[in-house]
Nanobody, 115 residues
Framework: QVQLVQSGGGLVQPGGSLGLSCAAS????????MGWYRQAPGQQRELVAQ???????NIADSVKGRFTISRDNAKNTVYLQMNNLKPEDTAVYYC?????????WGQGTQVTVSL
């Protein structure tokens, strides 16, 4: 059972930046895909960014050019750097670890973009 602990997030003004972290309880090389998802009120959860075990990335069109996913292998941690944030980025952000037959989620972190 992979445990994922998220940190970061909070309140920021439009145009600002925030970073999220997701620390896994085991080596991220044992995880096929690490990803960030978000869910706004009344909306379905959607993919924001993901990174495969070999480092390939996939970024949602809505955040491309503004958000970056990265990782620190030694710390078993995946990051989401969010720049030029917009009000529509407001959501609860979740980290996900996809293994061969199981998936595991972080606890969720609120990101609010507002004046």
């Amino acid at each position: 059972q992979v445990q994922l602990v998220q940190s970061g997030g909070g309140l920021v003004q439009p145009g600002g930046s925030l970073g999220l972290s997701c620390a896994a309880s085991e080596s991220i090389f044992s995880i096929l895909v690490m990803g960030w998802y978000r869910q706004a009120p009344g909306q379905q959860r959607e993919l924001v960014a993901q990174m495969t075990r070999i480092g390939n990335t996939n970024i949602a069109d809505s955040v491309k050019g503004r958000f970056t996913i990265s990782r620190d292998n030694a710390k078993n941690t995946v990051y989401l750097q969010m720049n030029n944030l917009k009000p529509e980025d407001t959501a609860v952000y979740y980290c996900k670890a996809q293994k061969t037959i199981t998936e595991h989620w972080g606890q969720g972190t609120q990101v609010t973009v507002s004046l």
